[in-house]
């Protein structure tokens, strides 16, 4: 079998032959005497398109043999068969496939840290590079680096040697198969034994562009984007920034000063508005404290505004003030909070455990304090009403 990607990346249609059908359970696969579909390997994605009118949905490299996934039966063994590749997928990973070089191997020069793996994803290209720590200037330099050696327009060459001459070859790295070995060279930057698709010249890549840089698990993963995907990263962001300077009425080069006033004024208001609420639930743990030392019993309310959260606020304010149980619910959220000091002489978890059962809720707690979530607001309503009749009852549980 021909394989018409090491030929020529550039092919893009061929006529040839069906060289064996190959049908799997669920799956059914075409072997062909010729193909230009690149298989997965490398980090790069096994190439897709259509052979006749079935449709290539994946490739695959197995015991030499190269299959492809397809949809349904183009045609009998011996058939001969139009075959079309999916040409903007695949320069599309060329593009990526060839930035990945460069970019390693301008991380070896400037960084002197060798690129550890590759991926590339639908979405964008990713390296781990054997570097733990790093500045911002040195990613800058990178990046402009990279971009300079695209626009020097190198040739970018793919040939077979055997291994004696790959032995003499200042190769990243040693080859990880036998016999001869395929060799993927940047003009004047290096030699790299790779299988993978590329382009002719680096000026294909247009642009490098690097979005991020983190750690993982004591390396530097660069997450980047070239030629057409850097393009549209662009554009995207050119777009997001005219909204943003729209909806502000500010220029784009002076959004960051703007946005650093909006939440410094945001951390103000913030702060007042943490006040207030302090101060009204000062206020409301006075008014409950007055009304359950007038009935007996327990502080208890049922509010239709705050959320468990503020609940839970106003129970440790109220506990800190009163030997009485606390109980405090959260229509919105149907949630149900019982608190109580070291003094008062029952077991919040152990009464909502007996009791909770009866009307659908859930939950449990301490001695101190017990959490309980309801179905429904009358689940919640009718499970409050009857433990308010409990505390107030003097009962323990």
């Known amino acids: 079998m021909s394989n018409l990607y090491y030929d020529s990346a550039y092919t893009r249609e061929w006529t040839t032959r069906i060289a064996e059908i190959v049908s799997r359970e669920d799956t059914l696969y075409i072997r062909l005497d010729e193909t230009a579909f690149y298989p997965e ?3 790069q994605p096994g190439d897709t398109g259509t052979i006749g009118e079935a449709r290539v949905f994946d490739t695959i490299a197995e015991n030499g043999r190269i299959l492809h996934l397809v949809d349904k039966q183009p045609g009998a063994a011996g058939d001969e068969i139009f075959c079309r590749l999916d040409w903007e997928r695949r320069f599309d990973h060329m593009q990526q496939h060839t930035g990945q070089h460069l970019l390693s191997a301008v991380c ?11 991926h ?24 402009q680096e990279v971009n300079k050696r695209i626009q020097r327009n190198l040739a970018v060459n793919g040939y077979f ?53 983190e750690k993982q698990k004591g390396t530097l993963r660069l997450t980047f984007k070239v030629g057409l995907r850097a393009l549209a990263e662009f554009a995207a962001q050119h777009r997001i920034l005219g909204t943003l300077s729209a909806k502000l009425s500010t220029p784009k080069e002076e ?5 650093e006033k ?5 951390r103000r208001k913030q702060s007042e508005l943490n006040e207030l609420r302090a101060r009204l639930d000062r206020y409301a743990a006075r008014e409950m404290l007055e009304e359950s030392e007038s009935r007996g019993g327990a502080a208890a309310k049922l509010f239709e505004d705050r959320t468990l959260k503020e609940v839970r606020q106003l129970a440790a304010l109220l506990t800190a003030q009163t030997p009485r149980p606390v109980l405090l619910g959260s229509r919105p959220e149907c949630k149900l909070i019982l608190a109580r000091s070291g003094e008062a002489g029952i077991s919040c978890g152990a ?17 101190t304090s017990a959490q309980a979530a309801f179905g429904s607001e009358d689940e919640l309503i009718a499970f409050y009403d009857k433990l308010v009749q409990h505390l107030s009852g003097g009962q323990t549980g």
């Open 41 to 43: 390997g490398g980090g």
């Open 108 to 118: 070896l020069d400037l960084l002197g840290a060798p690129t550890l793996s590759f």
């Open 120 to 143: 590339l994803g639908r979405d964008y290209a990713t390296i781990d590079v054997d570097k733990a720590e790093w500045t911002d200037a040195e990613l800058e330099r990178l990046e």
């Open 161 to 213: 040697v055997e291994p004696e001459e790959a032995a003499r070859l200042p190769l990243v790295k040693a080859p990880s198969v036998e016999g001869r070995v395929r060799i993927v060279e940047i003009e004047g930057i290096e030699y790299n034994a790779c299988g993978g698709t590329h382009v002719r010249t680096t000026g294909e890549l247009g642009l490098l562009k690097l979005l991020r840089a």
């Open 255 to 259: 959004l960051p000063e703007r946005l």
């Open 262 to 266: 909006l939440s410094a004024e945001d």
């Open 351 to 367: 009464l909502f455990k007996e009791m909770l059962p009866a009307f659908g809720g859930r939950g449990g707690g301490s001695e």
